[in-house]
């Protein structure tokens, strides 16, 4: 049974790979996956919205819920804060030792320098068909970068979006830690009228 379930999101996987790929080879697919990254993108600070609101409009709970309140918006707090950092994390490049180009800094810079490396091979891939030197082959070398063309533009969008989203991440954090000082205001008023109440009663 498990055998059979990890081929099913293979098999899955390789479906939605191929349908990406098929997406890339024409400006209306390309702009369809622009499209669906930003309505994604939209939808994930929606809900970061109507989470932090949802926190928001708990504050006026009885205050033996304060407590509990707030261990939970320190808990949301540090996952936003592991997500963001896990979202931006790089892994360290493998540094070639007998290439003199240095890695990149940047998966968006890693793109750029693959979508001028593409360019370059599919202009150098037609010079070469036009000097009748192996057709077929400069013909499929032309088609492969141009390949690595669109599936390049599409690494870009997504390293856009990750920052995007980082973006609206730091924005919850900022929110949450406000929220985290209303309710340790809170906190102390209930305190407050807690010890003005038994100074008020009458000793046994």
């Known amino acids: 049974m498990h055998q059979t379930n990890a081929a099913l999101a293979i098999d899955s996987e390789q479906e939605y790979r191929a349908i990406e790929c098929t997406l890339l080879e024409s400006t209306r697919g390309r702009w369809f996956l622009s499209e669906h990254g930003r309505r994604a993108r939209r939808l994930d600070s929606a809900l970061l919205e ?34 963001r950092a896990a979202l931006l994390s790089k892994p360290v490049a493998r540094i070639d030792a007998n290439s003199a180009t240095p890695p990149a800094q940047s998966g968006t810079s890693a793109a750029m320098g693959i979508l001028i490396a593409a360019e370059t091979m599919h202009e150098a891939a037609w010079s070469l068909q036009a000097r009748d030197v192996d057709p077929e082959g400069c013909e499929a070398i032309a088609r492969n970068a141009a390949l690595i063309y669109a599936l390049s533009q599409q690494q870009a969008m997504e390293s856009r979006r990750a920052l995007d989203l980082a973006e609206a991440l730091d924005t919850a954090i900022t929110r949450l830690a406000a929220l985290r000082d209303t309710i340790m205001h809170e906190l102390q008023v209930d305190d407050g009228n ?3 109440i038994a100074a008020l009663k009458p000793m046994a």
């Open 50 to 83: 109507e989470a932090i609101g949802r926190l928001q409009s708990s504050i006026r709970q009885p205050p033996a819920l304060l407590g509990q309140l707030k261990s939970e918006v320190d808990g949301l707090a540090v996952f936003i804060r592991d997500t």
């Open 194 to 196: 807690a010890v003005e």
